[in-house]
């Protein structure tokens, strides 16, 4: 069994791999939405 300071720190882990991912995709998300508004789609494709 693993100490309870292990389990901690994969809840802690989990966690953090979480917020980073949801603010990655939240960023991504929200330059996506700029560039749509913009009209800078072009250059993506490119």
């Known amino acids: ?3 309870k300071k292990h389990r901690i720190f994969d809840k802690l882990n989990g966690y953090i791999a979480a917020v980073i991912g949801f603010f990655l995709l939240a960023t991504a998300y929200l330059r996506g939405c700029e560039a749509l ?3 800078e789609t072009k250059k993506w494709i490119e």
């Open 1 to 3: 069994m693993k100490s």
């Open 37 to 39: 508004r913009k009209g």
